[in-house]
């Protein structure tokens, strides 16, 4: 079975553009493929955070992609600073990797741009790590975002060049899974584009009801279709999107016949919503609060993910240091 492998930034809490996007092709490839999947908190030192932050937005993302039916029998969930191997690997791959093509990569000059008094090596060498992350454990597919690609070309690079200068063909070049083609685009309710955390419009897995009823009820609509059958404009279209999404086929066809002939009254339909996305959270919220208030049964989650990774990581360790001309 193909393995694949996929890192998880960091980046506070899920929301329903990440859960139809990435979180729900993470759940589907589980039954596709032998999966592994991580935390990437040495990722996130580069924008110095506090240990409290970084046990917080662990321990969240832990409880959010547990919640949402990450199997970690299946699918080995660990933190990547548990698994040390890979920062062995780290150092290897950065003996190969140039200055010139690391200071090129558009990632790192738009942070060098953004944080100008915190150009750090560990910005720089994000790809190298990012390659370690993957090559340690020879995977054939990286589930990533577009944004992802050049890290992803950096990556075969490394491993055709570790191939070349030692010449073996040991490690293969891991392939692209691109979520965006696979998820389906959740909008924002405020009248246009998508969901997102950075576009302040995104509905969490976590919102309780109230805060998922105000969300929804303030989202852009017009002043009503002028026509009939007229093609909907754009936050209305976002609307009956997110009933598409969460509702039953009844529902979405209800309101869309109130829009063909006119007769669609959007508070109605906003009332709806709302309920129909709490009923889709509910239960997701309530296993993320469950697995919140369980830090023994996450301790023994990350624990098992890190003894399958690391035993995985170490097996290719040992074949790397060979290769290298150090002992095994
Ligand atoms: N760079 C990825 C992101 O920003 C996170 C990541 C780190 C990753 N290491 C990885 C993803 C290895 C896939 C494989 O989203």
């Keep these: 079975m193909e393995k694949v492998i996929s890192g998880i930034r960091p980046t506070g809490n899920l929301h329903l553009g990440n859960y139809f996007g990435a979180v729900k092709s993470f759940i589907k490839m589980q039954d596709e493929y032998e999966c592994m999947f991580f935390i990437a908190d040495w990722h996130s030192l580069t924008t110095h955070p506090t240990p409290e932050n970084i046990r917080r937005s662990v321990k969240t993302i832990l409880s959010e992609y547990l919640a949402c039916g990450i199997d970690p029998e299946r699918a080995p969930i660990y933190i990547q600073s548990d698994v040390k191997p890979v920062l062995e690997l780290y150092l290897y791959l950065n003996m190969n990797a140039y200055l010139g093509e690391l200071e090129r990569v558009t990632s790192f000059k738009e942070k060098a741009r953004t944080q100008p008094d915190n150009i750090n090596a560990g910005l720089l060498t994000y790809p190298t790590l990012m390659a370690a992350d993957v090559l340690a454990h020879k995977a054939d597919k990286v589930p990533v975002g577009k944004d992802q ?45 998508k969901m997102g955390k950075s576009e302040g419009n995104a509905i969490y897995l976590c919102d309780d009801e109230a805060t998922i009823k105000k969300k929804v009820m303030k989202a852009v609509t017009d002043s009503g279709p002028t026509q009939l059958n007229q093609v909907k404009p754009e936050p209305i279209q976002n609307l009956f999107t997110m009933l598409e999404l969460v509702s039953a086929k009844e529902t979405y066809d209800y309101f869309n016949d109130q829009y063909n002939n006119m007769t669609i009254r959007y508070g109605d339909l906003k009332k709806q919503l709302a309920a129909d996305i709490n009923a889709f959270c509910a239960p997701i919220r309530e296993r993320i609060a469950a697995f919140q208030s369980d830090d023994d049964y996450l301790a023994r989650v990350a624990r098992q993910g890190a003894e399958k990774a690391t035993a995985s990581a170490e097996k290719t360790l040992g074949e790397v240091r060979e290769i290298i001309g150090f002992r095994k």
Excluded: T
């Excluded at 070309?153 to 083609?181: C, G, K, T, W």
């Design 149 to 193: 690609e050049q890290n992803m070309e950096m990556m075969r690079l490394f491993a055709r060049r570790f191939n070349r200068i030692y010449n073996v063909e040991y490690f293969r070049e891991p392939q692209s899974f691109h979520l965006s083609d696979h998820a389906v685009k959740v909008p924002g309710l405020d009248g246009s584009g």
